[in-house]
Antibody, heavy 131, light 109 residues
Framework: QVQLQQWGAGLLKPSETLSLTCAVY????????WSWIRQPPGKGLEWIGE???????NYNPSLKSRVTISVDTSKNQFSLKLSSVTAADTAVYYC?????????????????????????WGKGTTVTVSS | SSELTQDPAVSVALGQTVRITCQGD??????ASWYQQKPGQAPVLVIY???NRPSGIPDRFSGSSSGNTASLTITGAQAEDEADYYC????????????FGGGTKLTVL
């Protein structure tokens, strides 16, 4: 059973760089999209960005200028860096595995694209930005 | 468009059926996936694809889609179904984004 274990600094000062890492245990690292998602207190989920095993990335355009996601395939880990943090970056940060549906359980008629979903999530890391 | 819209709150009587909806242009191309989140916990996938449930998800959860609207239906809602529910898909405009709906708070009365 695949598990994601995440860690990183939980308290930052404004202008510092947030740094989190997520390790993948019990499953393949290739063939998936490895995402970071955050949730500010009392608010909804916000996708930050993703990386695949070959290092190809996609980022939320609202955060793109401050975000770097990297991968270390030798350790089955991927990492998030968010620069110049402010109080608005205070949130619970999750890592998750994203994938496209394949195989016999999938059905998508002509005109539809292969379904995308996130089936494994880390437990979350609370990051607080405060002076 | 990269937005998914959900009603902020929905309520249902114990044992009754409730539908939670999600609207967005990307849902004309992608089936939504649905996540349940209880307080203090990480989201859990409950529906993906046309109407697929991961192992361990009760069969009272089902999904459907029509036009730009995806729906999560809970048939015979239980007290433990009270949670926040989020829809999710990829953006269909070629920008390779992932988008979440704003979430729906489900209250079981």
């Amino acid at each position: 059973q695949v598990q994601l274990q995440q860690w990183g600094a939980g308290l930052l000062k404004p202008s510092e760089t947030l740094s989190l890492t997520c390790a993948v245990y019990g499953g393949s690292f290739s063939g998936y999209y490895w995402s970071w998602i955050r949730q500010p207190p009392g608010k909804g989920l916000e996708w930050i960005g993703e990386i695949n095993h070959s290092g190809s990335t996609n980022y939320n355009p609202s955060l793109k200028s401050r975000v770097t996601i990297s991968v270390d395939t030798s350790k089955n880990q991927f990492s998030l860096k968010l620069s110049s943090v402010t109080a608005a970056d205070t949130a619970v940060y999750y890592c998750a595995r994203g994938r496209y549906c394949s195989g016999g359980s999938c059905y998508f008629p002509g005109g539809w694209r292969s379904p995308y979903y996130m089936d494994v999530w880390g437990k979350g890391t609370t990051v607080t930005v405060s002076s | 468009s990269s937005e998914l819209t959900q009603d902020p709150a929905v309520s249902v009587a114990l044992g009754q059926t409730v539908r939670i909806t999600c609207q967005g242009d990307s849902l004309r191309s992608y089936y939504a996936s649905w996540y349940q989140q209880k307080p203090g916990q990480a989201p859990v996938l409950v529906i993906y694809g046309k109407n697929n449930r991961p192992s361990g998800i009760p069969d009272r959860f089902s999904g459907s889609s029509s036009g730009n609207t995806a729906s999560l239906t809970i048939t015979g809602a239980q007290a433990e179904d009270e949670a926040d529910y989020y829809c999710n898909s990829r953006d269909s405009s070629g920008n390779h984004y992932v988008v979440f709906g704003g979430g729906t708070k489900l209250t079981v009365l």
